[in-house]
């Protein structure tokens, strides 16, 4: 992947930001989707999956930050 010259670091922050928000809006309706329904084994995965994902892409994150 090659970024165009003019993309600053805080843009990108921001675009993976605003990626990791979806994911947790998936997940919450996922989640609510097998609490209404416990037989639904989909969303229970999709549930997971989201969370997982989103642990997996900020511990990837982690190492590119400054300590505060």
Same mark, same amino acid.
Request: glycine share 6%; with cysteine; charged share 35%.
């Given at each position: 992947?090659?970024?165009? #010259?003019?993309?600053?670091?805080?843009?990108?922050?921001?675009?993976?930001?605003?990626?990791?928000? +979806?994911m947790?809006?998936? &997940?919450?309706?996922?989640?609510?989707?097998?609490?209404a329904? #416990?037989?639904?084994?989909?969303?229970?995965?999709?549930?997971?999956?989201?969370?997982?994902?989103? +642990?997996m892409?900020?511990? &990837?994150?982690?190492?590119?930050?400054?300590?505060?």
């Amino acid at each position: 992947m090659k970024f165009s #010259k003019d993309v600053t670091p805080e843009q990108i922050a921001g675009v993976l930001d605003w990626i990791l928000e +979806d994911m947790q809006k998936d &997940r919450e309706y996922a989640r609510a989707a097998y609490e209404a329904n #416990k037989k639904d084994d989909f969303h229970m995965y999709m549930d997971t999956m989201f969370g997982l994902a989103g +642990d997996m892409i900020r511990g &990837r994150l982690s190492t590119l930050c400054d300590d505060e």
